[in-house]
């Protein structure tokens, strides 16, 4: 069905509290992304995923882990929220890797650390 | 960490209107270079994608590219509203890390 699938859209967590965002897809891609967007900035990419347990830091990844252990789904963790984490977080996927070809994304997680 | 520059930040037109926007990268942008849309609320998504120097034409849309200058342009012929939208320049760098713009703001007034 071409589709990325994120939940949840809307999270609210205290700082120091544990995230747990989720992503799925349904197009058997072998990369996965997760971006954040924050005003002025753009999309900035945190983690890279070129398969399972295969992973690879994107620019900003600090105070941020991932986990894949099926093709279709990838999990970004946010180990002790922190107030400048807060941001709508963006997942992506592509067929492959090594080439600037389209990605797919999900609606995103609005999330606010308080 | 690679850069991938738009502007203008934002754009109002008449409906109707050419719509022209711009995009700048670094030289170590390989590949092609990737165009998305996104409306409020929503995730980006893919418009058109350019590799080689020139143009290419989709429908209302035309994507210029020269690498040379290390620029790459969008337009749009006869804007509607549906268009009004965040428009994202998009290029891989290294092998692996496709970089985005912070985007232009499209407005179309009916």
């Known amino acids: 069905d071409m589709k990325v699938t994120q939940m949840p859209r809307y999270l609210i967590k205290r700082m120091g509290e544990n995230v747990l965002l989720e992503c799925g897809q349904d197009m058997s891609h072998e990369t996965m992304y997760w971006y954040r967007q924050d005003p002025g900035l753009g999309l900035q990419l945190i983690y890279i995923?070129?398969?399972?347990?295969?992973?690879s830091e994107g620019d900003i990844p600090k105070g941020y882990r991932v986990s894949r252990k099926k093709r279709e789904h990838f999990s970004l963790i946010l180990d002790s929220a922190k107030t400048n984490q807060t941001s709508v977080y963006f997942c992506?996927?592509?067929?492959?890797?090594?080439?600037?070809?389209?990605?797919?994304f999900g609606h995103g997680t609005k999330l606010s650390v308080l | 960490q690679e850069k991938v520059q738009q502007s203008p930040e934002s754009l109002i037109v008449p409906e109707g209107a050419m719509v022209s926007l711009n995009c700048s990268f670094s030289d170590s942008a390989s590949q092609s270079i990737w165009w998305y849309q996104q409306h409020p609320g929503k995730g980006p998504k893919a418009l058109i994608?350019?590799?080689?120097?020139g143009n290419k034409k989709e429908g209302r849309l035309t994507v210029y590219l020269n690498r040379a200058s290390l620029h790459v342009s969008l337009h749009i012929k006869d804007s509607q509203p549906s268009d009004s939208a965040v428009y994202l320049c998009a290029a891989l760098y290294g092998n692996e890390k496709i970089t985005f713009g912070a985007g232009t703001k499209l407005t179309i007034k009916p």
């Open positions: 995923s070129y398969d399972v347990d295969s992973n």
């Open positions: 994608s350019i590799f080689s120097n």
């Open positions: 992506a996927s592509s067929f492959s890797r090594g080439r600037n070809e389209r990605l797919f």
